[in-house]
């Protein structure tokens, strides 16, 4: 069982920046592909980006590439998302998420933190 506990959330104006962070424990972290959701008011989770199990390969949703970077650090078992030039739209509780090599979907999640962007 692999516990996800997000830090980082609060409240910034637009243009601002934030970082999210995401530590792990119960698990061998280093294998696990990591993920950032996030879920505004009455829409559906949504993907914003990922990062392979050795962080080398990330992807991001167009919304955020060139805004967002997830890295993680395997020796702290922790996976960061900076947040730049934020915009109300990015407003939305943000969890991290985790998936075994064998998964194919994310079956760990974290509790959430929420990003909230004023204009």
């Known amino acids: 069982q692999v516990l996800l506990v997000e830090s980082g959330g609060g409240l910034v104006q637009a243009g601002g920046s934030l970082i999210l962070s995401c530590a792990a424990s119960g698990g061998t972290f280093s294998i696990y592909r990591m993920a950032w959701f996030r879920q505004a008011p009455g829409k559906e989770r949504y993907l914003v980006t990922t990062?392979?199990?050795?962080?080398?390969?990330?992807s991001y949703a167009d919304s955020v590439k060139g805004r967002f970077t997830f890295s993680r650090d395997n020796a702290k078992n922790t996976v960061y998302l900076q947040m730049n030039s934020l915009k109300p739209e990015d407003t939305a509780v943000y969890y991290c998420?985790?998936?075994?090599?064998?998964?194919?979907?994310?079956?760990?999640w974290g509790q959430g933190t929420q990003v909230t962007v004023s204009s």
């Open positions: 998420a985790a998936k075994s090599p064998t998964s194919s979907a994310y079956h760990y």
């Open positions: 990062i392979s199990p050795g962080g080398g390969s990330t």
